[in-house]
């Protein structure tokens, strides 16, 4: 009789919760989905006390699985995954490859935990007393950069976008509140209007493909238009786990639609008309001034050297494997 923590594969129901909360958004932004993913795969090889190193593998690749199709064009998920099973199959015992995946998932989750504090030191230099800032969804990354120029003394204030259909901008209002920095909130078609009255643009990212181009929050494409109009820099705050070394293969990032429900009751809709909700959307490299990474502020245009460096060829081939 198999423990009632596990399931028939073999993979824990807190890897399963973990999945399924990824699936229904209840665990979201890119960095929290990463570690939480990292999490569930270092229970998993915690959880299993046998000898079989097959059996091991097994378990992890059911449990690989489980998560990447929780949220399939998620990058930062996929990266994570990948960087916590690193080397897995090199592994000759089966408490080689235990301590291996522990060990992975407590250094990215480590790395991963600190590139937001690193991402705010480094990002705040470029914010002066005085400045507006604009930000759309709820990036931590992106407030990180915020909450340090405000620590530096930095008189800071904020226009924060209301972000449709799940309002994130909410949560942004209260984090800004919580750290008594002023802020806005707009709804998101009031983007151009309010530019007139911001020096500079913050946002965070989901995705930063090899060519610079910036996957990010449905909306985020047309924050950078009007930031270009108003000739206001648009700055980027991306952890390196964001970049995503499927897109030097080729692959396309699938833009993910989900529920038209969470939009409108379509019993309150005419007959035949259909509703589009697509999370994200793609900002050209072009319209990026920066990225602010934990290893320094790049040009859009040097992602794929980040990617090289930072995430190594090994993920560009397993990429390419899928």
Same mark, same amino acid.
């Given at each position: ?88 199959? /090199? ?11 522990? %060990? ?20 705040? *230099? ?36 209301? %972000? ?31 530019? *007139? ?48 070394? /499927? ?26 008309? *259909? ?48």
């Amino acid at each position: 009789m198999r423990p009632s923590h596990v399931d028939k594969d073999g993979v824990t129901l807190g890897l399963i919760e973990i999945a399924d909360s990824i699936k229904s958004m209840e665990i979201r932004g890119a960095g929290l989905i990463a570690r939480s993913a990292a999490e569930a795969l270092r229970e998993q090889a915690q959880e299993y006390q046998g000898d079989d190193l097959a059996e091991l593998h097994r378990r992890l690749e059911e449990g690989r699985r489980s998560l990447i199709s929780s949220r399939p064009t998620a990058i930062s998920l996929w990266n994570a995954v990948q960087a916590t099973l690193r080397g897995s199959s /090199k592994a000759t015992e089966t408490e080689e490859l235990r301590a291996l995946v522990i %060990s992975n998932a407590d250094r990215f989750i480590e790395r991963s935990s600190k590139a937001v504090e690193i991402i705010g030191r480094i990002g705040s *230099k470029r914010l002066k007393s005085g400045m507006a800032v604009l930000t759309h969804c709820n990036s931590k990354a992106a407030l990180g950069v915020i909450k340090a120029a405000h620590a530096d003394g930095k008189d800071i204030s904020v226009y924060a976008t209301e %972000s449709r259909p799940w309002r994130q901008g909410l949560l942004t209002v209260s984090d800004l509140a919580a750290a008594q920095i002023p802020s806005t909130l707009i709804i998101d078609s009031a983007v151009r209007w309010s530019m *007139k009255e911001v020096d500079v643009v913050l946002v965070g990212a989901d995705t930063i493909c090899s060519n610079g181009a910036l996957i990010n929050k449905i909306g985020t494409s047309q924050v950078a238009l009007a930031a270009e109009e108003a000739r206001v820099p648009f700055i980027v705050c991306a952890e390196t786990y964001k970049f995503s070394p /499927k897109t030097v293969m080729g692959e396309l990032v699938e833009i993910e639609e989900r529920d038209a429900r969470e939009i409108v009751d379509p019993r309150e809709l005419p007959a035949g008309v *259909k509703v589009r909700n697509p999370i994200f959307d793609s900002t050209p490299a072009e319209h990026i001034d920066s990225i602010v990474t934990e290893i320094g502020v790049i040009s859009p245009y040097a992602a794929y050297e980040v990617i090289v460096n930072e995430l190594g060829q090994e993920s560009i081939f397993e990429a390419n494997e899928g």
